[in-house]
C-alpha cells in the first residue's frame, strides 16, 4: 500500500497483524496517512506475525524514508521493536516514531530499549493521526530536532474523519473494519480502553454510511465493528443498526455490546441482520467486578440477554479468569450461569495486567503476578495460586473444545442433564478424560482445534462417559444430535449447491463426486425427528421413539436454508462408494439394480453426484 508509484517514500508505516487473515487489515496506519496532505508520499508495510526481521529490515532500508511510524499493538509489540533495534544502525538520520495502544497510555516499555540513544525518537500517544501529520510536516521540513530523550506527544482529543477507505489507501478485502466510535465510557480497571477520557468520540455517520456503501458495492463479506460498546446509549445502537440494514443489509457484521442496554427494539434490529454479538460479562461475583470498576446490574443484563435468546440472535459471552478477589470456585460459578444464557460461544480467558491501565497501578494492593512481556498473563493473584490458574486453563480448554469448537449449544444440556451433572461438572470430567487421553496437558492446554477434530472428540468423549455412567441406553441418540448438529452447522457454512450443469457420460471416463457443499452422515433414529423439533430430553426421546437407522443429505438451495433428507442408509453407503470411481455401481448392497439406478439418477439430477470431466 504506497501512493508513490515509481518514487521512494519518504514516510513508512509498519504494521504487523496477528495473522488472524481476514481482520488483518492495517486500519490504524491508514488512518494516518488519510490525515497526510496529499504532497507526502508514503508506504504501508502489513507484516505477518512471522515476518523475518533481516530481510524486512533491508527493504525498508533500501526505501531510505526520512520518518517510519511502527503501531505497536500487545501482538507485535516486542518484534517491532526488534525491527527497529536492527533498522536502527542502517537508518541513523530516520526519525523514528511509535504510537498504537501498547504506548498510549506508558512510554517506560520503550524508554529502557536503549543504552545510548532512544530507540525511538517520538511516541506518540492517543488518537495519531493530527499529531503524525504535525510531525511528518517538521521532519519533511527539516525542521524536527531531535533530543537524546524520548518526546512524548499526546494526541489528546483530537479525531480526524477522513477515512482510509473512501480515500482508496487501503482497499476492501472479504473482511473489513469498520470503525464507528473511538474510546469506552466506562472504566474496568484492566482495560486500554477505559484509560484518559470517559469521551467516546463517534465517527461521523455521513462517513460511515459511505463506508458501508463501498463494502457492499465491492462484495464485502465479513464487517468487525470497531466499537467498544456499540448500543451505548442504546439509542446510537439503533441507529447504526439502521444503517447497516439500509446500507450494507447483505454483510455480516461482528458487533460488541454492552449486555444492559440491550432492548427489545435493538434485539430486533440485530435479529435481521446477519451478525454475532460479544457480551461482556466478566464475573457474575459483585465484589470481583468491583475490584475492577466494572459496573454490572445483572438483572438489566439478564434481561438483555433474555432479548438476545428471543430473538434468536447469535451472541457469545466473555469471561476473564484471575481477575482480583477471583476464585476458582467464584470462576466455576460465573461460568455456570453464563452457560443458563445459552451463549453460541463462551469466551474464557485469563486476566492481562496491561501496561499503563489502573489495574497495573493496584498490583500490589490484589497481589498481582503477570508475565513481563506481551501478553502480560496474570499467573498469580491474592486470591488464585499458580495451581488454580492451571485448572482454569485446562476448563477453558475443555470449553473451548466441546462448547465454542464443538458448537454445542443446541445440546450441551441436553447432555449434562441426561448424566445429572451441571455444565460445568460435565466439563470437569472432559477435562480429565482430555488430559488422561493427553490430547491436551499443562505445558499445551489450548490446542487451535478444528471442528472436525473436535466433533470426534465429542463423540469419543460421549462415548467413553456415558457407558461408564451405564447410559448405553441413551448414547444412540446422543451421537445422533451431536451428528445431526455438526453435519447441519458444517452445511450452513458451505456454499450453496451449484445449480447443475451438464451432467453426462455414465459409462464414461471422468470421476464422479459427491457434490461440494452436500453432507450425509448416518442415524440411529429417524433424523426427521431432530430436523422438524428440537430435543428436550434424552431420556423422554429414548422412551417415546424406536430406533430406526436411516441415512441423511444435507444441502443448501439457492435459497441458502439447508434441507436435510433423509434416504435409506445404503443410499449414503453407494454415494460413498461413488466418489473417486470412474463407473457408478450398477447394483449397490443390499439395493436392487432398479434402486441403485434410481438413486444415482435422483443425486445426479439435484446436483448431489456429479461427474468431473476435465
Ligand atoms: S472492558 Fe469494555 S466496557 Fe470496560 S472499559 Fe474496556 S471497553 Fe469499556
Not at 442408509?569 to 473417486?580: D, M, N, S, W
Request: glycine share 6%.
Amino acid at each position: 500500500m504506497k501512493n508513490t508509484p515509481g518514487n521512494k517514500a519518504k514516510i513508512v508505516l509498519l504494521a504487523c497483524h496477528n495473522g488472524s487473515l481476514l481482520q488483518s487489515t492495517p486500519l490504524g496506519v491508514a488512518s494516518l496517512c488519510a490525515a497526510l496532505p496529499p504532497s507526502c508520499t508514503y508506504e504501508i508495510l502489513n507484516l505477518p506475525p512471522d515476518f523475518e526481521c533481516v530481510h524486512i529490515a533491508e527493504t525498508v532500508a533500501a526505501l531510505q524514508p526520512k520518518l517510519i511510524g511502527f503501531s505497536l499493538y500487545v501482538w507485535n509489540r516486542v518484534k517491532l521493536q526488534h525491527l527497529a533495534q536492527t533498522l536502527r544502525p542502517l537508518l541513523p538520520e530516520t526519525v523514528f516514531v511509535a504510537g498504537g495502544p501498547e504506548v498510549s497510555c506508558d512510554t517506560h516499555l520503550l524508554e529502557h530499549s536503549s543504552t545510548s540513544k532512544p530507540l525511538f525518537d517520538v511516541v506518540i500517544q492517543g488518537h495519531g493521526e493530527e499529531m503524525f501529520r504535525q510531525l511528518a510536516a517538521e521532519v519533511l521540513a527539516g525542521s524536527f530536532v531531535p533530543s537524546p530523550q524520548l518526546q512524548v506527544r499526546n494526541a489528546g482529543k483530537t479525531l480526524i474523519s477522513e477515512s482510509p477507505w473512501l480515500k482508496n489507501i487501503i482497499s476492501p478485502q472479504r473482511g473489513v473494519l469498520l470503525e464507528t466510535a473511538r474510546g469506552c465510557p466506562f472504566r474496568c480497571a484492566y482495560c486500554f480502553d477505559a484509560r484518559g477520557s470517559r469521551t467516546v468520540r463517534q465517527i461521523p455517520p455521513a462517513r460511515v454510511r459511505k463506508e458501508l456503501e463501498l463494502f457492499a458495492a465491492r462484495g464485502v463479506e465479513q464487517v468487525w465493528v470497531l466499537d467498544s460498546s456499540f448500543n451505548v446509549p442504546s439509542s446510537r445502537g439503533k441507529e447504526l443498526l439502521y444503517m447497516f440494514l439500509q446500507h450494507a443489509p447483505g454483510l455480516h457484521y461482528h458487533l460488541e455490546a454492552k449486555g444492559e442496554y440491550i432492548d427489545a427494539e435493538t434485539a430486533q434490529l440485530l435479529a435481521q441482520l446477519s451478525c454475532s454479538v460479544q457480551v461482556g460479562l466478566q464475573s457474575v461475583d459483585t465484589q470481583v467486578l468491583k475490584n475492577v470498576n466494572r459496573t454490572m446490574d445483572i438483572a438489566r443484563f439478564e434481561a438483555g440477554l433474555f432479548e438476545l435468546y428471543q430473538h434468536g440472535v447469535t451472541y457469545g459471552i466473555d469471561l476473564i479468569y484471575g481477575l482480583p478477589g477471583d476464585t476458582y470456585t467464584g470462576l466455576c460459578a460465573s461460568l455456570e450461569h453464563t452457560l443458563g444464557f445459552y451463549p453460541n460461544q463462551v469466551e474464557l480467558f485469563p486476566l492481562a495486567l496491561l501496561p499503563g491501565t489502573a489495574l497495573e497501578q493496584q498490583r500490589t494492593t490484589f497481589g498481582i503476578t503477570a508475565l513481563p512481556e506481551p501478553p502480560y498473563t496474570v499467573t498469580v493473584t491474592a486470591s488464585m495460586g499458580e495451581e488454580e490458574f492451571a485448572r482454569a486453563e485446562i476448563l477453558a480448554s475443555a470449553l473451548d473444545l466441546f462448547y465454542n469448537t464443538g458448537r454445542a449449544v443446541a445440546y450441551f444440556e441436553l447432555l449434562c442433564s441426561a448424566c445429572n451433572q451441571s455444565g460445568v461438572e460435565f466439563l470437569h470430567q472432559l477435562a480429565t478424560w482430555l488430559e488422561q487421553e493427553g490430547h491436551i496437558s499443562n505445558a499445551a492446554p489450548r490446542p487451535n482445534w478444528e471442528a472436525t477434530q473436535a466433533h470426534e472428540l465429542q463423540l469419543q468423549f460421549v462415548h467413553t462417559y456415558f457407558s461408564h455412567l451405564e447410559l448405553e441406553n441413551l448414547l444412540p441418540a446422543a451421537v445422533d444430535i451431536i451428528r445431526y448438529h455438526y453435519l447441519y452447522a458444517e452445511t450452513l457454512l458451505a456454499p450453496p449447491l451449484a445449480p447443475v450443469t451438464e451432467q453426462t457420460n455414465q459409462d464414461g471416463t471422468g470421476h464422479w463426486t459427491v457434490a461440494a457443499g452436500v453432507h450425509m452422515g448416518e442415524f440411529s433414529y429417524p433424523v426427521e425427528l431432530y430436523h422438524s423439533s428440537g430435543v428436550e430430553d434424552l431420556v423422554e426421546f429414548e422412551y417415546l421413539n424406536s430406533a430406526s437407522p436411516c441415512g441423511a443429505l444435507f444441502l443448501r438451495g439457492l435459497n441458502a436454508e439447508v434441507e436435510c433428507r433423509m434416504v435409506p442408509i445404503e443410499v449414503i453407503a453407494l454415494l460413498r462408494a461413488c466418489e473417486g470411481a470412474t463407473q457408478v455401481p450398477a447394483q449397490y448392497g443390499t439395493l436392487d439394480v432398479v434402486e441403485t439406478a434410481t438413486w444415482i439418477q435422483d443425486a445426479v439430477a439435484r446436483g448431489i453426484l456429479r461427474q468431473n470431466l476435465s
